[in-house]
């Protein structure tokens, strides 16, 4: 990924230097923009999917349709008692074990996105209901052949069992993948997941975007919808009476598109498990440099003006998301920001620090 920093081909310089010196004025500091292009290394393309063609489908249980099931007290042949709401597993069907069942359970509502993959067309995935007082599996509508993805809403908090069979030949691999991570919405829409299911990004009628559960981000344009966005980066470094400090902070942030997940890692900042928000315009910026010598003679000097010449706090408008993208890497694990990345960020802009280095998860 390669943040070009087109902002500065429609630049009006603006500069703000105050340098005090025992009467007089002198620069300390050139206040010439960065104009050095960002590379993000990227060790793996985003290989996310477009959600939009997914349709919901209602769950509806089928009462006169159940089978006895017993808890498995581990994984062994054909029973599978799976921890958590994901699943990313492979297997196969024989005529030894000529069904799998897939149990998982879920403390709240949710949506569910589910599949299996394999080159046996005679494959089916079914969603079932299970009572383990009554040892019961109760069938439902929703079924499935290989590599179909089954968006469902509805998924009841309780327990839950996906069935693998085969309406003809066996011996055939397959993998299983489900997420069922994200809270229930009749309305709400896929915009993204990935190959294995093990990130799915969803919108709610609210404009809320999650990822995994996790509330990253709101669309709206409006103020203080994401207050949980805002970032700032302050450093100061001392010496012998004299000081340098650069300042960055992203506040009120805007957000146009939110990634499934990625790996993260920069000299400031490290994530294995993070999403990227893409920011638009209305995003307030600022950034502030100054610097102290206590001389002889005293000097001092401050700028507003970021990397591409303009004077901050400002907001971006369209020069901004004309050119390079501006980030945050928001970590799922935390449910923060951890950095921002672009080229009005003066440590990656000016090579002070290494450019990030981002990895889509597949």
Do not use: C
């Not at 960065?34 to 919901?56: F, H, I, M, R, W």
């Not at 920011?279 to 307030?284: A, Y």
């Amino acid at each position: 990924m390669k943040l070009k920093s087109y902002r500065k081909y429609f630049l009006i310089f603006s500069l703000l230097i105050v340098v005090f010196t025992s009467g007089s004025f002198n620069t300390l500091a050139s206040a010439e923009p960065a104009t050095e292009d960002l590379t993000v290394t990227t060790s793996a393309v985003e290989s996310s999917n477009d959600g939009a063609a997914l349709q919901p489908a209602t769950i509806q249980l089928q009462a006169d349709q159940t089978i006895p099931v017993s808890r498995p007290a581990f994984s062994i042949m054909a029973n599978y008692d799976v921890t958590g709401d994901l699943m990313n597993f492979t297997d196969s069907l024989t005529a030894a074990d000529p069904t799998d069942f897939w149990f998982f359970s879920v403390p709240t509502n949710r949506n569910i996105l589910f599949q299996i993959k394999s080159t046996n067309s005679n494959y089916r995935v079914e969603l079932y209901k299970i009572d383990w007082t009554t040892g019961t599996a109760t069938s439902t509508n929703i079924s499935s052949a290989p590599n179909n993805v089954m968006y469902v809403t509805g998924l009841g908090a309780g327990d839950w069992g996906l069935r693998v069979t085969s309406t003809g030949t066996l011996g055939t691999s397959y993998s299983i993948h489900m997420n069922a991570t994200n809270p229930f919405d009749h309305q709400a829409a896929v915009l993204s997941y990935t190959n294995s299911l093990l990130y799915v990004t969803m919108q709610y009628p609210d404009d809320k975007i999650f990822v995994n559960g996790s509330f990253v981000a709101s669309t709206k344009n409006a103020a203080d919808v994401n207050p949980h966005l805002d970032w700032k980066r302050d450093y100061t470094f001392s010496y012998g009476g004299n000081y340098s400090s650069r300042n960055h902070s992203i506040s009120d942030a805007r957000v146009s598109r939110v990634t499934t997940g990625v790996s993260y890692s920069s000299a400031y900042a490290s994530s294995n498990n993070a999403v990227l928000l893409y920011l638009k315009e209305g995003t307030l910026f600022t950034y502030f440099e100054s610097e102290f010598r206590s001389g002889p003679p005293t000097q001092h000097y401050s700028s507003f003006v970021d990397t591409s010449g303009r004077t901050t706090p400002r907001r971006f408008d369209f020069i901004d998301t004309a050119g390079d993208p501006d980030l945050l890497v928001f970590d799922l694990n935390t449910n923060k920001v951890i950095d921002f990345v672009s080229s009005l960020n003066k440590w990656y802009a000016s090579g002070a620090e290494p450019s990030p280095t981002i990895n889509f998860y597949n």
